[in-house]
C-alpha cells in the first residue's frame, strides 16, 4: 500500500530521507514526522520479508500532544481504504449446515472467528501435507515454485476451525467433495465501528480491563447449544480485540505501558508468537501491533527492571514533535480549524492575516533545545530549510547529532514543547476572550498573551516554563519584524512591494560585476520566474546603503555577503524558481529600513505620522494604509487599527 504510492526524496534537518505520499493525501493528513514514518515503512517491510520484526511489535513513544495517535489512526484509516478497492478486498470462510452434526444445537453456520483466509484452509484441507500440496496444485492451479512460497508463510488453522473441520470429515467419511459443500467463502466486513482488520485499544484501569477485552472468554451462549464440552468453539474470541483483527489487520494498542501488569504479559506472549491462546488451545494471527506511550510511562516502566522482556520486543520509536515552523502552519491550520468561526453572538469572526505565522513561531520556538553554535532564531530558519545568515545546514546537523546522543529522550531535538493540544487550547483562549469578541477579530498579537496563559497554567516544570516564556519574547521579535515588513507593503500601497525591492537588490548585486553593463548602469537579464528579458538600472547608493544596514563595513566584508547572496541565488532558483529571499530576515530588515528611511525620513517618522493625526496630511497617509490593509492585505478594520497601534509602539524590538 505505501510502496505502491509516489516516493520523493527530501532533505530534513540537513539528511536526506524518504517521503511517503500516500501520508499526504486527504484533507488533514500527516504533517512531517520523516524519521518516525521511514522507521514504521522499513519495520513492516523486514516484518514481511520474514525478519526480526516479524516478532516484535511497533511503539511510538513521545510527549503528549504531537501527533502518535492521530499518525496511527490515519494509517489504520488508508489501510480500510486500500482494503475496499476491488482487488484488495479480503476473504474468509464460513462453515454452512454445522446443525446436521447433530452436537452442534441450533448453531447452523459459524463463521472462522479470526478471520482466517480461505487459503489456510486449502493449505490444512486433508490430514497429510503432500494430500494439501496435491490439492493446491489440482483445485487452485498452482506450479510447485508458488507452493513452496506459499509454504513459507503457511500456519495451522485456529484450535475452532481445525476442531470442526474434523468434525465434518468425520461426518462426511472423508469424501472431499462432500466436505466442501460446507465451506462458504465471504468478504470480511470493513465497517470500522465493528473493529475488524483495524481495531483499537485503549488502556484501562485496573479493576475495569481483563485479558477477556483482548483475547476473549468462553461464552454461556454457546455453551447451551454445544453438547462437546472439548469443543474450542466454546470460546467467544470476537469478545477480544485480537480476534477482529487477526486476518492481516493493524492492532492499535493506546498507551500500551499504562495497562496493568498481567495485560502487559498477555501481550508478551501475542507479540511473540503472534497466537491467541486460551487454556491451551491455539489461534495463531497474522497482525500488526502497533502501540503509543507518553514518555513518562514508559520511563516509569522501564525503571522496573522485571519488566525488561516486553520493551526487548518492541520496536521502540521516539517521536519528536514538528519543529519546522513552515509546515506547523498546516499542523496551526487544524487547531484553528477550517469551519468558518463566529462569535458568541453569531457573527463571523475574521482572522488576522498574521495569525497562524505569529501562533506557529510561538509553537516551534518553544520545542527547539538551546545550543551555543545557533541562536533559537537561526536553528528555526535552518529547521525549515531557510537561509540563516553565515550559518550552514551542517551546523544544525551537527547539534541535533549532539543532542541526540543524550541518554535522557526528553532532551534530544524536537522532544520537548508546547503540543498540539496546548496550541488548542491557546486558539480557544483566544476565541472565547471579550476582546475578539468585541473586535469580530482574532488578532495575532493576543496569540502571545493566550500561550502565556498556557504556559503558566499546563506546563508543571519550573525550569520549562521559564524557558518558553522566554521563547515567547523571541517570538514576538519574529511578529515585530513581520509587521515592519507588512507596515511597508502597506506604506507602498502594494502586496509584495517588499519582497520587489529585496529581488531588487538581488538582483542589483548579480549584475553589478555583468561583462554586459554598460556606462549608463542598464543591465539585461532573463527573469527566472516569467523566463522574460528585463532591463534594470543598477543604483550603487541604494545597493550601499542597504549593506551599512546590514552591519558590512570594509570591502571584503561587502564582498564575501555578496558572493553568499548570488551563492544562495545559483543553489535555490534552479530548483525552485519563485525563491524570493524573503526568509533571509536581515536582508528583508536592511530593506525595509532603507526604504522607509528614503522614502518617508526613517520609520521614525512614520510612526509619527500615523500615531499624531492631528494635521490632515497625516490623516490622508492612515487612511490610506487602513484602505490597502482591507483591499489588498487580508486585513479587517479591527486588526488593520490593532496592527497600527502596535507598530507605533516600541515594544518586542530585537
Known amino acids: 500500500m505505501i510502496l505502491g504510492d509516489e516516493i520523493q526524496k527530501v532533505v530534513v534537518n540537513g539528511k536526506t530521507t524518504y517521503d511517503f505520499n500516500i501520508f499526504r493525501t486527504g484533507r488533514k493528513h500527516v504533517v512531517g514526522m520523516y524519521d518516525e514514518i521511514n522507521s514504521l515503512v522499513s519495520f513492516v517491510k523486514d516484518a514481511s520479508e520474514g525478519g526480526s520484526s516479524k516478532e516484535m511489535a ?65 493449505m490444512n484441507i486433508g490430514e497429510s501435507e503432500e494430500e494439501n500440496r496435491e490439492f493446491l496444485a489440482r483445485a487452485g492451479g498452482f506450479d510447485e515454485a508458488e507452493i513452496e512460497r506459499l509454504y513459507e508463510n503457511y500456519r495451522p488453522l485456529g484450535a475452532c476451525s481445525g476442531y470442526m473441520w474434523n468434525d465434518i470429515r468425520a461426518y462426511t467419511g472423508g469424501d472431499l467433495d462432500e466436505m466442501l459443500k460446507f465451506v462458504e467463502i465471504v468478504p470480511v466486513p470493513l465497517i470500522e465501528s465493528l473493529g475488524t482488520l483495524t481495531g483499537k485499544y485503549a488502556a484501562k484501569d485496573k479493576i475495569t480491563s481483563s485479558a477477556v477485552d483482548l483475547l476473549g472468554e468462553e461464552s454461556i451462549q454457546r455453551l447451551l447449544h454445544i453438547t462437546d464440552t472439548n469443543n474450542p468453539y466454546r470460546f467467544d474470541l470476537r469478545r477480544g480485540a485480537l480476534a477482529r483483527v487477526a486476518g492481516g489487520g ?44 507518553n514518555n513518562s510511562e514508559f520511563n516509569r516502566f522501564l525503571s522496573e527492571k522485571e519488566e525488561a ?33 463566529t462569535t458568541l453572538t453569531k457573527e463571523n469572526l475574521h482572522q488576522d492575516p498574521n495569525l497562524n505565522y505569529a501562533a506557529s513561531a510561538a509553537a516551534v520556538l518553544s520545542r527547539l533545545p538551546r545550543s551555543e553554535k545557533l541562536t533559537p532564531v537561526e536553528t528555526m530558519k535552518l529547521a525549515a530549510g531557510e537561509v540563516a545568515g553565515e550559518k550552514s545546514i551542517k551546523t544544525l546537523a551537527e547539534v541535533i547529532d ?39 477579530c482574532i488578532f495575532a498579537y493576543d496569540t502571545f498573551r493566550a500561550i502565556e496563559r498556557v504556559i503558566l497554567d499546563y506546563v508543571p516544570d519550573a525550569n520549562d516554563r521559564a524557558k518558553y516564556l522566554d521563547d515567547m519574547k523571541t517570538a514576538k521579535g519574529l511578529y515585530r519584524e513581520r509587521i515592519m515588513t507588512e507596515m511597508f507593503n502597506a506604506y507602498m500601497d502594494e502586496p509584495y512591494a517588499i519582497r520587489k525591492d529585496v529581488m531588487n537588490y538581488v538582483n542589483m548585486v548579480i549584475g553589478i560585476d555583468a561583462e554586459n553593463l554598460g556606462p549608463d548602469k542598464m543591465w539585461k537579464y532573463k527573469d527566472p520566474q516569467t523566463r522574460e528579458l528585463k532591463a534594470m538600472k543598477i543604483d550603487e547608493r541604494y545597493i550601499r546603503n542597504i549593506e ?47 526604504r522607509l528611511k528614503s522614502d518617508i525620513a526613517g520609520a521614525g517618522s512614520l510612526i509619527g505620522a500615523l500615531a499624531n493625526r492631528t494635521n490632515e496630511e497625516n490623516q490622508k497617509l492612515y487612511d490610506r494604509m487602513i484602505d490597502t490593509m482591507l483591499n489588498k492585505l487580508g486585513y479587517c478594520r479591527t486588526c488593520a487599527q490593532k496592527t497600527i497601534e502596535y507598530f507605533c509602539t516600541q515594544e518586542d524590538e530585537m
Open 548 to 594: 551599512e544596514r546590514l552591519g558590512l563595513k570594509t570591502e571584503e566584508q561587502v564582498e564575501t555577503f555578496r558572493t553568499s547572496i548570488r551563492k544562495i541565488y545559483g543553489q535555490k532558483i534552479s530548483v525552485e524558481p519563485n525563491y524570493d529571499f524573503m526568509d533571509n530576515l536581515e536582508l528583508v530588515k536592511a530593506v525595509t529600513d532603507v
Open 402 to 440: 549532539t543532542l541526540n546522543q543524550d541518554p535522557d529522550i526528553t532532551k534530544r531535538f524536537g522532544q520537548k514543547g508546547l503540543g498540539q493540544r496546548n496550541l488548542g487550547r491557546a486558539v480557544q483562549l483566544l476565541i472565547e476572550s471579550s476582546e475578539t469578541n468585541e473586535g469580530r
Open 309 to 341: 522482556p516486553i520493551v526487548d520486543r518492541c520496536r521502540i520509536c521516539y517521536v519528536s514533535h514538528n519543529t519546522n515552523y513552515r509546515m506547523q502552519e498546516q499542523l496551526t491550520g487544524y487547531a484553528i480549524g477550517s469551519e468558518t468561526k
Open 250 to 293: 493493524i492492532h492499535f494498542s493506546d498507551e500500551i505501558y499504562k495497562n496493568k501488569k498481567d495485560l502487559v504479559q498477555v501481550y508478551l506472549g501475542v507479540i511473540q508468537n503472534r497466537v491467541i491462546e486460551i487454556d491451551g488451545y491455539k489461534w495463531p494471527i497474522d497482525t500488526l501491533i502497533v502501540a503509543t506511550s
Open 58 to 122: 511497533f511503539v511510538l513513544v513521545g510527549e503528549p500532544g504531537n501527533g502518535k495517535t492521530f499518525f496511527v489512526e490515519f494509517l489504520c484509516q488508508k489501510y480500510r481504504q486500500f482494503l475496499s478497492l476491488a482487488g484488495n478486498r479480503k476473504y474468509t470462510f464460513r462453515l454452512i449446515g454445522m446443525d446436521r452434526l447433530g452436537h452442534y444445537g441450533r448453531i447452523a453456520t459459524i463463521e472462522s472467528q479470526t478471520y482466517e483466509d480461505p487459503l489456510l484452509l486449502a
